[in-house]
């Protein structure tokens, strides 16, 4: 069955980087669009990036542009979120998400992917 895992997150300092990882499995990763979402406490989901299967056509929640970036490695079936100068406000639960075509949003909202991970906690301390 179809599998993504993430792993990266941890406890950080204002101002630090992290990078999140996603690896997939059971499906063939390189005709998968791939995103990144993330969940605060007592907040909804929200889109963080996205890119198309081929790694082009990224796009950002204003959030994150210029801070974080999406990328990823066909080869190894792996998905990453490069995320810089973290912020408190980045503390969240951080979900990579799978699907074979985007939707009328592009791959900006959570119902157009078929593929969730399991999430990985991302916490900035001030």
């Known amino acids: 069955q179809v599998q993504l895992v993430e792993s990266g997150g941890g406890l950080v300092q204002a101002g630090a980087s992290l990078r999140l990882s996603c690896a997939a499995s059971?499906?063939?990763?390189?005709?998968?669009?791939m995103g990144w979402f993330r969940q605060a406490p007592g907040k909804e989901r929200e889109f963080v990036a996205r890119?198309?299967?081929?790694?082009?056509?990224?796009y950002y929640a204003d959030s994150v542009k210029g801070r974080f970036a999406i990328f990823r490695d066909n080869a190894k079936n792996t998905v990453y979120l490069q995320m810089n100068s973290l912020k408190p406000e980045d503390t969240a639960v951080y979900y990579c998400?799978?699907?074979?075509?985007?939707?009328?949003?592009?791959?900006?909202?959570?119902?157009?992917?078929?593929?969730w991970g399991q999430g990985t906690q991302v916490t900035v301390s001030s």
């Open positions: 998400a799978a699907t074979s075509k985007w939707g009328p949003s592009s791959g900006r909202t959570g119902a157009e992917y078929e593929y």
């Open positions: 890119l198309a299967s081929s790694g082009g056509y990224t």
């Open positions: 059971g499906l063939t990763f390189s005709s998968y669009a």
